[in-house]
């Protein structure tokens, strides 16, 4: 069974939308790239930091789905990273409400010994200083590193940010964040521009509008599933990120052909991220929800061009 790494936060979150409001339940990047991972035939491990305030029964969520959580340190006394958001009516824009770094501010991420040989890294949205001390614990140069960021690190940490992704194979970030790490504002652009830095691939997400694959010249397009009902967006683009570096990892290709089965993969189960608020949905997802979904993701997607 082929190894995957995550890096990236586990956490609190509390969310408002126009449909309700949580108070903190269980949230950050690693645990649903986790999650979401976890849908995929791979050992899982996450790297990460919390307080000694995080419950015992988030992490057998975790361990109940094969992720090794080996990796994530728990600080006693320490309290977890927490962050709170409202989101607009459309969905698209929100504004955060609080951000507490807590252990999150001093945090040295240590990789487990049995995951320095990993075959894919997927790091998470985190601050690049971390990734990079990631990147530089590995013993063997993994077949795949997978780098998710944003327009955060862009403004407040951007050398650290340009040094880790020349280390990396695949960048997956949104339209806006693309347009200003490359200064470009048409995408071909921009992802042409962000492929000097480093990466050979180049995943623009566009949230209900799809994602975006480049490579080279090739480009590829997957839709997003429309769905009736978007009920929190929070996690979606990190468990569009768990489906495609799970999906790369089980399948052990790492062509741009494959990479269109992985981008669909990962829209597939962002679009069941979305149903619920938080990871409520990615918890109780079924496989056979899952499959049932790519069958309809296939027929919103193929179709034969009759050429005159």
């Not at 849908?39 to 988030?58: E, L, M, T």
């Not at 693309?178 to 050979?200: C, D, F, N, W």
């Not at 768990?242 to 829209?267: D, L, R, T």
Request: glycine share 8%; proline share 4%; aromatic share 10%.
């Amino acid at each position: 069974m082929n190894k995957l790494l995550i890096v990236g936060t586990v956490a609190f979150d509390a969310i408002e939308t126009p449909f309700g409001k949580t108070d903190k339940i269980l949230g950050g990047a690693g645990t649903f790239i986790g999650l979401s991972a976890s849908h995929f035939n791979v050992k899982s491990a996450i790297v990460s930091v919390v307080g000694d305030d995080f419950p015992q029964a988030y992490l057998d969520l975790l361990t109940d789905r094969n992720i090794d959580i080996s990796g994530i340190e728990i600080v006693k006394g320490g309290k977890t990273f927490f962050w709170s958001g409202k989101y607009h009516n459309d969905l698209n824009s929100r504004d955060t409400l609080v951000t507490e770094l807590n252990v999150l501010a001093d945090f040295n991420p240590v990789v487990p010994q049995d995951f320095k040989d990993a075959d894919v890294v997927m790091l998470g949205n985190l601050h690049p200083i971390v990734q990079t001390g990631v990147l530089n614990q590995l013993t063997a140069k993994p077949k795949l590193v997978v780098l998710d960021t944003m327009n955060f690190w862009m403004d407040c940490a951007l050398p650290e940010l340009l040094d880790v992704i020349k280390r990396v194979d695949v960048i997956t970030i949104n339209d806006e964040e693309a347009r200003q790490l490359s200064g470009e504002y048409s995408l071909v652009k921009a992802a042409a521009k962000i492929h000097t830095m480093g990466p050979k691939y180049v995943v623009i997400k566009k949230g209900e509008h799809g994602a975006l694959l480049f490579h080279n010249k090739e480009v590829f397009f997957a839709p997003a599933l429309p769905l009736e009902e978007v009920f929190d967006p929070t996690g979606a683009g990190d468990t569009f990120a768990g489906g495609f570096a799970g999906y790369i990892a089980q399948s052990e290709n790492i062509s741009f052909n494959n990479m269109k089965n992985a981008i669909i993969q990962g829209s597939n189960l962002a679009s069941f991220c979305v149903e619920k608020f938080g990871t409520e949905r990615m918890v109780s997802l079924k496989k056979e929800e899952v499959q049932e979904r790519l069958k309809q993701f296939k027929a919103l997607t193929q179709f034969d061009i009759e050429l005159q």
